[in-house]
Every structure is written in C-alpha cells, then in structure tokens.
C-alpha cells in the first residue's frame, strides 16, 4: 500500500502562500513579482493562487492586516472598546513580545515597507485597520489630560515603530528589553505603583 499523500488545509495553505509571497515581493520587488511566480514557489497553479487571493494587491493588504494583527491584538483585551492604564501597558508588553516572537516576519515586513511606492499601495487598507485601535488609545490619553492626545499617540506609536525597526535591523546586542522597561516607565503613572 502506497504512503497517503497529506493535502495541507486552505488555511496552512494560506499561510504558506502569504510567507512565500512576502519572500519574494522583498527579493524580486513587490511590483515585478507575479501571481505565476508565487504559485510557482508554492507549488500550487495559478489558478488554485487567485482562487485564495483575488488579486496580488489582496495578498499585500492580507500580509499588512496580519502584521497589523500582530502589533495591534495586544489593545483593548477585553474588548470593551476603552483602554484602561493597565491595557495599554499590556498593549506595549504585547508589542515588544511580537516582534521578538516574529523577528524574520517583520524584518521581510519592514524591508518590503521600503520598497518605493509599497505603502502607497496599502495605505488605505492600514488606515482603515488601524483607526479603531488609534481612536481608542487618543481616547485614553484624552480621559488622561494630555495637551495634545492625537500628538501623543502618534509620538507613542512612532516611538514604539522607531523602535522595532532598529531592532529588527540589528537585533544583535540591542537592548530591546531596556527599551521596552524605559516606555513603560514613560506611561506607568508613578503614584499608583509606589509602595
């Protein structure tokens, strides 16, 4: 009797596809990579490819949406649509985690970012993911008297991108877990942790 040949479900097949096409949009460039290339790479036709993905565009924007869902799943836990101090310490501890857990997923990520006229191409679709998780961390840091609360959660998210983009670069000797320790500490209200 012949060994049984294991078919992977849609699902893992999805995932391998969206691995394999991250590959090589960051190897051969996002614009001259094909649906024929990637399917040829996953060892499935082309048109078993775009039966899971529409288009190669609708494959860029679900690999943005899982990076989104990576950085940002870590907000609002109980999903109550508040942040409370304690959630967006667990959202910043969250953050660190995920790129350390995904470090080869977001440095292909950043370097396809890169790429000239990438993001404009996703730009949109992040913006639309992205503005509920926002609005609730403006929310926050207006409940929390900030001058400037839009200001404040774009200096937090910058910070918190600037961040992971040098340590994925060079993840070698820096000091993620000081870094991670110094932006808690800037949003931990001193008062309610002293003894």
Same mark, same amino acid.
């Given at each position: 009797?012949?060994?049984m040949?294991?078919?992977?479900?849609?699902?893992?097949?999805?995932?391998?596809?969206?691995?394999?096409?991250l590959?090589?949009?960051?190897?051969?460039?996002?614009?001259?990579t094909?649906?024929?290339?990637?399917a040829?790479e996953v060892?499935i036709s082309?048109?078993?490819l775009?039966?899971?993905?529409?288009?190669k565009?609708?494959?860029l924007?679900?690999i943005?949406?899982?990076?989104?869902?990576m950085? /940002? #799943?870590g907000i609002?836990? +109980?999903?109550?649509?508040?942040? $409370?101090?304690?959630? %967006?310490? =667990?959202?910043?501890n969250d953050? /660190? #985690?995920?790129?350390?857990? +995904?470090?080869e997923f977001?440095? $292909?990520?950043?370097? %396809?970012? =890169?790429q000239?006229?990438?993001v404009?191409?996703?730009?949109?679709?992040?913006?639309?993911?992205?503005t509920?998780?926002?609005?609730?961390?403006v929310?926050?840091?207006?409940k929390?008297?900030?001058?400037?609360?839009?200001?404040?959660?774009?200096?937090?998210?910058?910070m918190?991108?600037?961040?992971?983009?040098?340590f994925?670069?060079e993840?070698?000797?820096?000091?993620?877990?000081?870094?991670?320790?110094k932006v808690?500490?800037?949003y931990?209200k001193k008062?309610?942790?002293?003894?």
């Open positions: 009797m012949g060994a040949k294991i078919t992977p479900t849609n699902d893992l097949l999805k995932k391998d596809i969206l691995n394999i096409a590959e090589i949009f960051v190897r051969d460039g996002y614009f001259s094909t649906g024929a290339m990637i040829s060892g082309e048109e078993k775009f039966s899971l993905f529409k288009t565009e609708y494959l924007h679900t943005v949406a899982e990076a989104v869902h950085i /940002f #799943d609002d836990p +109980n999903q109550d649509g508040k942040l $409370l101090e304690v959630e %967006l310490l =667990f959202f910043i953050y /660190f #985690d995920s790129i350390e857990k +995904n470090l977001f440095k $292909l990520f950043y370097s %396809l970012r =890169f000239p006229g990438v404009e191409e996703y730009r949109q679709e992040l913006h639309k993911i992205a509920s998780k926002f609005k609730m961390i929310d926050y840091f207006r929390e008297g900030a001058e400037n609360p839009k200001m404040e959660t774009r200096f937090l998210a910058s918190l991108d600037g961040i992971a983009m040098n994925v670069l993840p070698d000797g820096y000091p993620i877990d000081e870094m991670q320790q808690l500490n800037m931990m008062a309610e942790y002293e003894d």
